[in-house]
C-alpha cells in the first residue's frame, strides 16, 4: 500500500468515526414518565396508610408508567382485546380488584416478575392495591 492509499484509508476511517459517533450529552426533551418516579417515601415501610399512588410510581413506575414495558405490554393486549390504550396504564383500569393486585404482585404474571416484601412490604402493598383495586 503506497503513502496516498494509506492517507485515504485512514481519512476514510475517521469520516466513518465521525458519522457513527453517538451524539453528546443527553437527548433532546424530558425523560418519558417512567424514569420520573419520585422519590420514595421516608419513614417505617412497615407502617399501614402510606399514599398507594406514590408507592405505586416508585415501586412499579420503572414498568408501569408512561413508556414502561408492562404498560406497553398491558396496552397491547387491551387494544387486542377491545379496550382503549389508555387502558394499558394500571392506573386507568376500572376492572382491578385489590386481592387481584396483591396476587399478581407476589406472584408475578407474564413477564413480570414476582416483588418479595423486601421490594414491596405488605403495608405498601395493601396500599399499592386500594390505590389500583378501583372494582372493589
Known sequence: MNRASFAFVGALGLAATAV????????????????????APTGDRLKPGRDGKVLFEVHCGYCHLTGGMGTNLLTKQQVMAGNSPDKGLLANRTDLTADYVKTVVRMGKGAMPQQTKVDLTDAELDAVAKYLGKAG
Do not use: H, K, L, T
Open 20 to 39: 457513527f459517533a453517538a451524539p453528546p450529552g443527553p437527548p433532546p426533551g424530558p425523560p418519558p414518565p417512567y424514569q420520573m418516579r419520585p422519590v
